[in-house]
Structure formats: structure tokens, C-alpha cells
């Protein structure tokens, strides 16, 4: 039998919004296990999908930048000691000056990033000329890219979340502001929702099974026949593709309207076709949890 803490209990508590007796019964059910304890909180109804708990111990900032020719871009995580020296516009500078390198040299992984060169000196270079000049110590956590027809990018509380979003678009200019603000709007959709994918078909298989195993689970402690169950079953995982996957999300702005309709409704207007094809969230200290 696992040692069930008070800190654990409030972690899990933090997690599901359940009672703190029902988290401590949880996890003493699944002999300690956090993931183990949100599925039987959620099989009796207690709690929604949870998210990890914010364990955020890094500061810093996160850059999102895109190419000129709009087809490129990049997210990089730079950390650092204090939020003090994280908000400071020299320490976002050297930010940008890696994710520039990230989308010049399209590196396959960090530290191909880190031997990458930018105005003459290697990432690494810039990083140890960061913690000189800044006099914290600073770590290049992570960094993404997304190559497409076009690509937007949006900053959320200045350096806290960044987005990437990738459009596959056709008879579409691209330039224009109206499809600057329909790449805004849509980045910032997945900035406030976090969705856990594009569509349903880009929904990991292996979460698919254990989402419906939830559900099977909930709809078998309703005793009612199989064929209703599984009807129960089945209603409740289209309701988590539309909670979760970005195109079938409620628009934030217009909730009438789905992610998908929004850039539709822009794709006619501006006489061609977009749709959305992927995207990158970073929030501040993920990489460390």
C-alpha cells in the first residue's frame, strides 16, 4: 500500500477540482498512482479530463517567430533564473536571435540548433553570451518549427505562451489582414484552449482507447442495457473531440461557430480555401515538469 501524502492528495485535488476525501480515496485506490487516481475520479463522475497540474519552476520566456515569405516558423524556450531577467526586452532579444537561427537552419534537433550558426556565431554561443551579459544562468529548453502554405504565430502575456499554426490554403493571398487576423484568431484560440490536437484523426489512437474506456466505465455504473451504454459511450467521446481538437473547438470569439467554420467563412470571403493543419503551444516551464 502506497504512502498516500497531503501532498499528493492536494496535487490530485489541483488536477480534478474533486473533494479532498474523495482524492485521498482515489489515490489510496491506485496505490499512489496520480494518473490512476484521475481515471477513477473521472469513471465516478468526479472530475473532467485534467490537465497536469502547473509545476511550472522555470522563468524565462518563450519567442515565436515566422519568415518573411510567412511559410516558416519557430518557437524557442529560453530559461533563465527570475522573471525579472525573463521580462527584460535584451533577454527576449537573444530569444529571437535563436529562433531566427531555428528558422534559417531548420535544425532536426536541439542540438542541432545549439551547433547552428546566426550573424556569425553558434547558438551555443549566443546562449553563453546571454548568461554573461545577463548574469543569470540560462538554459535553451526546446524548440519547434512548422513549415506550410502559410504560418501565424501569436504571443500570449508577453513571452508566457506562444503558438504556431500552420494553414494549407489555395487561391488565397495570404498577405492580406484579413488572413493575418484569421491566423491571429485561430493562434489564439489554441493560446486560451490547449487543444490536444488539429482534428480527431490527428487524436492519438492509444488516447482514443483509454478516453472510451473512461466512458464505457462511467456508462456501465448506470445499469442500464449495453446498447444504451454504448450509445453513452460513444456520445461522450465525440463531446471530447469537440472539447478537445482544435477544429471542432466552440470559437472563443463567436461560440455560434466552430474553429473550422471561422476559417471557412474567411476562405470564402477572401475566394479561396484554407484550412488548418497543425500547430505548436509552448507554455513557460512545461519542459521541466
Known amino acids: 500500500m502506497a504512502n498516500i501524502t497531503a501532498s499528493m492528495v492536494k496535487e490530485l485535488r489541483e488536477m480534478t477540482g474533486a473533494g479532498m476525501m474523495e482524492c485521498k480515496k482515489a489515490l489510496a485506490e491506485a496505490d499512489g498512482d496520480m494518473d490512476g487516481a484521475v481515471d477513477v475520479l473521472r469513471t465516478r463522475g468526479l472530475a473532467a479530463v485534467a490537465k497536469k497540474a ?119 493571398d495570404t498577405t492580406t489582414a484579413e488572413f493575418a487576423q484569421c491566423g491571429r484568431d485561430v493562434a489564439m484560440q489554441v493560446a486560451a484552449v490547449d487543444p490536444i490536437a488539429t482534428s480527431r484523426e490527428d487524436v492519438d489512437p492509444a488516447v482514443v482507447e483509454h478516453e472510451m474506456g473512461i466512458y464505457k ?39 455560434d461557430q466552430t474553429v473550422a467554420e471561422y476559417v471557412d467563412s474567411v476562405a470564402k470571403q477572401l475566394g479561396g480555401s484554407i484550412k488548418v493543419t497543425g500547430f505548436k503551444r509552448f507554455a513557460l516551464g512545461e519542459a521541466a515538469e
Open 54 to 172: 502547473g509545476r511550472a519552476t522555470n522563468e524565462g520566456t518563450v519567442m515565436a517567430l515566422v519568415s518573411e515569405d510567412g511559410k516558416t516558423g519557430a518557437l524557442v524556450e529560453l530559461n533563465c533564473e527570475t522573471d525579472f531577467v525573463g521580462m527584460n526586452e535584451k533577454f527576449k532579444a537573444y530569444a529571437e536571435k535563436i529562433a531566427r537561427a531555428a528558422v534559417a537552419n531548420k535544425p532536426a534537433d536541439l542540438d542541432a540548433l545549439k551547433a547552428s550558426e546566426i550573424d556569425g556565431e553558434t547558438v551555443e554561443a549566443v546562449v553563453a553570451d546571454c548568461i554573461h551579459v545577463m548574469g543569470e544562468n540560462t538554459q535553451l529548453a526546446r524548440f519547434a518549427t512548422l513549415e506550410a502554405d502559410a504560418v501565424c504565430s501569436y504571443i500570449h502575456m508577453g513571452g508566457k505562451i506562444g503558438v504556431l499554426v500552420s494553414f494549407a490554403t489555395e487561391g488565397v
Open 217 to 255: 466505465a462511467q456508462a456501465a455504473e448506470s445499469g442500464k442495457p449495453e446498447a444504451i451504454q454504448e450509445k453513452m459511450a460513444t456520445g461522450r467521446l465525440q463531446k471530447f473531440y469537440k472539447e478537445q481538437c482544435l477544429v471542432e473547438q466552440a470559437f472563443v470569439k463567436n461560440p
